[in-house]
């Protein structure tokens, strides 16, 4: 059997409780708003054996993939302005956009692949993506890599 870890993506919604609780867990211990393990885990409502099982293979996405490229392709309304609203949102949030290309809308749709980098100064990524989907004109959101 391969060592190796995989990574997945995953959307805070599918995600079972006792991992969010996990991660609340751990934010509280990273920002010192928990002194002690038992008091983030108490803080959470959650077993000591619970957030071990699980306490490094959870985490925000924007601790990991400083420095990284991410690429991701929308599905947007061919609406003069949208995608320039979109690239002020990736540069609100101080990542570097690193390409973009645009196909010819069909039907009044059209498909963007957006490559960024994630610098160490940028604002948290979930929340980056948060705001491209939910943006108004914004029909499909997927990260490719």
Do not use: W
């Not at 079972?16 to 010192?32: F, T």
């Not at 054996?49 to 985490?59: A, E, M, Q, T, V």
């Not at 010819?104 to 948290?124: E, G």
């Amino acid at each position: 059997m391969e060592n190796s870890s995989k990574f997945y993506m995953v959307k805070k919604k599918a995600l079972p409780e006792i991992l969010l609780k996990v991660a609340e867990a751990n934010a509280l211990l990273n920002r010192g708003k928990a002194r002690t393990i038992k008091e983030a885990i108490d803080a959470v409502g959650i077993s000591r054996s619970s957030y071990y099982k699980y306490k490094d293979d959870i985490f925000p996405i924007h601790e990991k993939i400083q420095g990284k490229t991410i690429t991701f392709v929308m599905e947007m309304e061919d609406r003069p302005g949208l995608l320039s609203s979109i690239l002020k949102v990736v540069a609100d949030c101080k990542a570097n956009i690193l390409s973009i290309h645009q196909s010819i809308p069909v039907n009044h749709i059209a498909l963007i692949t957006l490559s960024v980098m994630i610098l160490p100064i940028t604002d948290d990524v979930a929340e980056l993506f948060d705001r491209i989907e939910n943006a108004d004109g914004i029909n499909n959101l997927k990260i490719v890599s």
